[in-house]
């Protein structure tokens, strides 16, 4: 995820000083990774350089002074080509599952077990997510389920794999 | 202390076989997932365990009760006392409208028709289909007819409710809502849950899960 694209975009609906941009990318975001401080100023002082926002003052309080940063006409163009730029799709061709079943096979070891050890561990992920998902907000249903079809993708693959284990087998070994 | 507990089950048809030596245990209040690939014999797994197949051998246990050696009759009465379920589709009576069909396994254990109707009104309300009371299944959409069936196996009030691929002929968003409204009644109520599914999404409601592959089943608990 491109930090100053995301910080970017949150300061289209006005100028923020650099602790309320941390605390909306957290809420919306964050979720298990909520930034550092020194993140979002470094972030904010490239997108400064770049010319991508600007200073709009500074907050008077009773700690230090928070400058206020506001987005440059640059900046949402830079934000408008970012969102209409597709993700490029992962390969996942260097999966470490495959390699783990083919040296399973390659060893004499149970392939079987590694890919039933496999499906545990992603089971119990994705319980963990569809509680949350059941607990959550609508903000947290969609971020669940991204992740839990992700993850079912990775076990229908174990699924696949389990029913042409035999026919590696003969592969691998020849 | 397991409340279903399945032993070395065998079972085949013609010259498939479509169970060979499958264990399973299932504690009261628990929802356990039965996954496995088409044609594993997962849902044969649930049919002998609910009593609906006997098993050519293995051993049944609901409680301190033997089903393998009950007989048809014995069996028919306990899955209607004890046992609700709900399977993919085709499980409503078309003739009848929703609140009939939800009222109906009450009817036939003896309640009167205003008593069973209520519960049923109940029920029909907690699953947000009581808007299809009066319509007839086929009035409906898949979704509202698959939370009619849940409403209709949860209304005896059973310990086990048996699911065959609950979600399989609806869509994400109908699939979850369905998942999440049977898991959640069969948790305030303390029913267990088996449930058969291909579907990692839909396992992930459960508490754990049991691998069926090649008529076997994986199951972790059965040695404890």
Known sequence: MSIGHALLGLLEGG????????????????HDRPLHYGQVYSTLSRLLKNGLVSEAGVE?????????????????TDVERWLGTPEKPEPYLQNTLYAKVVLALLSGRSATEVLDTQRSAHLTTMRDLTKRKV????????????????LEADLRWLELTAARLDRLAQEVRK | MSLLRAEDLHKSFGKTHALEGAGLTVRAG???????????????????IAGILAPDSGVVRYGDRELT?????????????????????????????????VALPMRLSGVKRKDAENAAKDWLAKLEVDGVADQRPGETSGGQGQRVAIARALVTGPKVIFADEPTGALDSL???????????????????????????RVAAYSDREVVVRDGKARDVEFAR
């Open chain 1, 15 to 30: 100028p923020r000083h650099g602790y309320d941009l941390k605390r909306a990318y957290d809420e919306r975001f964050g």
């Open chain 1, 60 to 76: 008077a309080g009773d700690g230090p002074e928070r400058k206020r940063y506001a987005i440059t006409d640059a900046g949402v």
């Open chain 1, 135 to 150: 607990d959550g907000d609508l903000a947290d249903q969609l971020i669940c389920d991204f992740a839990l079809f992700h």
């Open chain 2, 30 to 48: 628990e929802i356990v997932a039965v996954m496995g690939p088409s044609g594993s014999g997962k849902s044969t797994l649930l049919h002998c």
């Open chain 2, 69 to 101: 050696s009950m007989t048809d009759r014995e069996r028919s009465e306990l899955r209607r006392t004890d046992f609700g379920f709900v399977f993919q589709f085709g499980q409503l009576v078309p003739e009848l409208t929703c609140l009939e069909n």
């Open chain 2, 174 to 200: 109908n699939g979850e809502r369905v998942m999440h409204l049977l898991t959640t009644a069969a948790r305030e109520t303390g029913a267990a849950v088996v449930l058969v599914t291909h579907e990692a």
